[in-house]
């Protein structure tokens, strides 16, 4: 039996990363147990060809899905988690995301707690992960008790040329919140050198407010905090009763150890923390730990997604391109009932990273090479809310393998949204015959496959009949178990879910910090 500790951190991404640093001046003897190591620094890290054709960094693990044929989800395994690789949009949700809302395909559920009760975390969260932005711009936001702590990132030309052309069409667009460590007022001394290799790709000088270097690595020096990487958790053992989990199993280089922890808290991201529930039944907890409600891997969301990418006679010269976000049809409008999403922009297209897509793109502009399809696009990130449906959901097989479930909801919605931004295209120069989905983003032709905004699989509630967790994301069943990443969301919105995430580990850990003060 290995040593005792005061709270065990499974997984440090958005979640459990964010809950170390909350909870490491408490000076109580905290274990992170991550399953993967710290993410190279390496020239690779900024190479499109490594990264998007040859999936450098994504896990080798084989998941199911509903229909049973194996496929490679994008997850990422690294001292950070997913946050190493994200785009940094770091965005609140929207007081509406917090109540019920009528969708085509069904209602999106009201959460517990409202974003009143968030606020308070958003802004904590904002300041430590140095979000920049501008207030008041977006109108969809809520109110803030803090102003961004950092200057909203400036336009490059082109982007301000499309800005200005919407809001000559009466659009109202704005500047994207985003965590990167840029000073503009001070380039010489700024930690991040404004490139182009931010989303979707490690960054080289750790200037992305990623966990691992916002949350992770500033207390690694702390003596009560302890970090094992390479430590894969495998199963939660509970007392006979079942209302205590009393040894954390893992497996590290092949050996088997177990560590104790008065507090237990899983963060390995939402399939993976249902995974590792699923994979700890017991006779006191016959369908999986913490599973009488037989809620467990359901209500799994990643929001219904499209890349986009539009040609323009202009050149788009722009470095950093994550500066423009449009709400203009976040919610209900005039014309169109039901909410339909986020526009934002994603990182800018390259020639090796487009290789794959050759043939369609370069049917577009047929006297362009590849090249120049990339030297002219602009491209676009489309974000409609998708449904917590149960069937949607994370089951475990004999092996402890991840199935996972998923039909899309709300495609109406996401096609609306697509039409919308074709409409708008008209005031910025780009003609919209000039626009395709850009697949070579994200591996789209296997759509469970890219599952970069997993959510919901463990959700949080106030009847323990229809939730995991309870308002404290504890689980409801066991005394020492928190669940403390993207899984306790009961919806998703239809912005970035890791600020949220990011917020709630700010939460809980005051919960605990308090549960186990002295
Ligand atoms: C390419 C990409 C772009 C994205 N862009 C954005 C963006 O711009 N804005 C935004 O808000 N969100 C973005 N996201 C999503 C965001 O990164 C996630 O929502 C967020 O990181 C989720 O936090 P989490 O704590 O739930 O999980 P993660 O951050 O994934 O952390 C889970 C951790 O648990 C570890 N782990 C898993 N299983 C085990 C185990 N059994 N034992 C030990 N450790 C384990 C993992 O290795 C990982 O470190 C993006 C994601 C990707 C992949
Ligand atoms: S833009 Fe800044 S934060 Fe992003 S990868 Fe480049 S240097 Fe890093």
């Known amino acids: 039996m290995a040593e005792h500790y005061d709270v065990i951190i499974i997984g440090t991404g958005a979640g459990g990363g964010t809950l170390a640093h909350a909870l490491a001046g408490s000076g109580k003897r905290i274990l992170l147990l991550e399953r993967g190591d710290f993410l190279p620094r390496e020239t690779q890290n900024w190479d499109p060809r490594p990264v998007f054709v040859d999936g450098r960094y994504i896990s080798k693990d084989t998941w199911f899905g509903g229909d049973g044929k194996p496929f490679q989800p994008q997850v990422h395994y690294f001292v950070g988690g997913a946050t190493k690789l994200y785009g940094a949009a770091l965005y609140r949700l929207r007081p509406g995301d917090f109540g019920e809302l009528r969708h085509v395909d069904g209602v999106s559920p009201a959460w517990p707690l ?39 990132v400036s336009h490059e030309p082109r982007i301000a040329e499309i800005s200005a052309g919407l809001e000559k069409g009466g659009y109202r667009p704005f500047h994207a919140p985003c965590g990167i460590l840029l000073d503009e007022a001070n380039r010489p001394a700024s930690t ?14 750790h200037a992305k407010s990623d966990a691992e270097v916002i949350a992770v690595r500033p207390v690694l020096s702390q003596p009560n905090v302890t970090l094992l990487t390479g430590a894969e958790v495998t199963k939660l053992e509970t007392d006979a009763g079942g209302r205590t989990v009393t040894g954390v199993v893992v497996y590290r280089d092949g050996d088997r150890a177990v560590y104790t922890g008065d507090i237990v808290a899983v963060c390995a991201g939402a399939a993976n923390s249902a995974k590792l529930l699923l994979n700890s039944a017991s006779d006191a907890h016959p ?27 202009e050149k788009n010269d722009t470095v950093f391109q994550k500066t423009l976000g449009i709400n203009d049809f976040y919610f209900a409008t005039d014309d169109y009932e039901y909410p339909a999403g986020n526009i934002q922009m994603i990182g800018k297209s390259n020639a090796e990273a487009m290789r794959g897509e050759k043939p369609k793109l370069t049917k577009l502009s047929p006297e362009w090479t590849l090249s120049d399809v990339a030297g002219h696009a602009v491209d676009f990130w489309l974000t409609t809310e998708d449904l917590p449906r149960p069937e949607n959901r994370v089951t475990t097989d004999a092996d402890g393998s991840v199935h996972l479930a998923y039909k899309s909801t709300n495609d109406a919605e996401a096609d609306r949204l697509y039409e919308e931004l074709k409409k708008i295209l008209n005031h910025t120069g780009m003609a919209e015959h000039h626009v395709l989905g850009k697949n070579f983003y ?9 599952c970069a905004h997993q959510a919901g699989t463990c959700r949080f509630g106030t009847d323990p009949a229809t939730s995991v967790l309870d308002v404290n994301c504890k689980a409801n069943e066991v005394d020492n178990l928190y669940v403390v990443d993207t899984s306790f969301f009961p919806s998703i919105g ?25």
């Open 114 to 152: 409202s974003y009143d009760d968030f606020e308070p975390w958003y802004s904590k969260a904002e300041q430590m992960y140095q979000v920049h932005g501008n207030d008041g711009e977006d109108p969809t936001e809520g109110h803030r008790s803090q102003p961004y702590p950092w200057p909203a």
């Open 287 to 313: 369908h999986g730990l913490a599973n009488g409600s037989d809620q467990v891997g359901r209500n799994y969301m990643f929001h219904n997604c499209k890349a986009v990418v539009a040609l323009s006679k």
């Open 442 to 450: 994200m591996d789209m032709s296997i759509p469970v496959a890219g």
């Open 494 to 518: 239809a912005v970035n879910p890791a600020l949220t995430a990011i917020a709630n580990a700010l939460r809980v850990g005051e919960i605990i910090q308090q549960r186990i003060a002295p």
């Open 192 to 205: 991040c050198i404004r490139c182009t290799w931010c989303d979707g790709y490690p960054c080289l000088v």
